[in-house]
């Protein structure tokens, strides 16, 4: 089936750094969605991106989706302590019956 | 407006046994799909319900199974429990829509399952 890839695994930065994340796919998807999970609760999803080319603002969060519809990136912009946590792009696959979780990226951060 | 609600939040059972972990959506959230995340396999789609009837499955065996009733909420099941069953069910919930997946999804605190 089809899978996500995240990089990097994980990130430890200092309070007021600006931070990118990105996931790749080998095959194409029509949705990018990204998520994040704080420690024992479920994820929340931030942003959503339907189009490809789309750049989607929310808040300190910006995301693109890939041209080519196999990447999307996510920047956080003046990182804060909050915003530790996992996030997860993820996105229906292209038949419309599994919906496909990347493994995550952890982010840190430092005061 | 309360949250996706689920029960009970944490749950031991042994190799062997079943067990059944249910699900209350947000109101007026008709769509109820169930996820499983381990740190070996990450978040995995187990299924997806709608209207009382199962309208997408995931890659897991018949062992795990889903039920909705008509005030939407939802219960999973798992039969013949194993060791590498053991992982956070999570379940989330959304407005109807055409497609399968809803994006607007809100997910819940979880079931941490430990099968021992």
């Known amino acids: ?38 420690p024992g609760e479920g994820p929340v999803l931030l942003i959503a991106l339907y189009k490809a080319g789309e750049l989607t603002s929310n808040g300190r969060l910006t995301a693109q989706f890939g041209i080519t519809r196999k990447d999307s990136f996510l920047n956080i912009s003046a990182s804060i302590p909050s915003d530790v946590g996992i996030y997860f792009c993820a996105g229906p696959d292209n038949y419309g019956q599994n919906f496909v979780f990347g493994p995550g990226t952890r982010l840190s951060v430092l005061p | 407006k309360a949250g996706v609600t689920q029960t009970p939040r944490y749950l031991i059972k042994t190799r062997g046994q079943q067990v059944t972990l249910s699900c209350s959506p947000i109101s007026g959230h008709r769509s109820v799909s169930w996820y499983q995340q381990t740190p070996g396999q990450g978040l995995q789609f187990l299924f997806e319900y709608f209207s009382e009837t199962q309208r997408n499955k995931g890659n897991f065996p018949g062992r795990f199974s889903g039920r909705q009733f008509s005030n939407s909420r939802s219960e999973m099941n798992v039969s013949t429990l194993e060791l590498g069953d053991s992982a ?23 079931t941490r399952l430990t099968v021992v």
């Open chain 1, 1 to 38: 089936g089809q899978q996500l890839n995240q990089s990097p695994q994980s990130m430890f930065i200092q309070e007021g750094e600006d931070v990118s994340m990105n996931c790749t796919s080998s095959s194409i998807f029509n949705t990018w969605l990204w998520y994040k999970q704080d």
């Open chain 2, 88 to 110: 956070l069910y999570l379940c989330a919930s959304s407005l109807p829509h055409k497609n399968f997946m809803n994006t607007e999804a809100f997910f819940g605190q979880g």
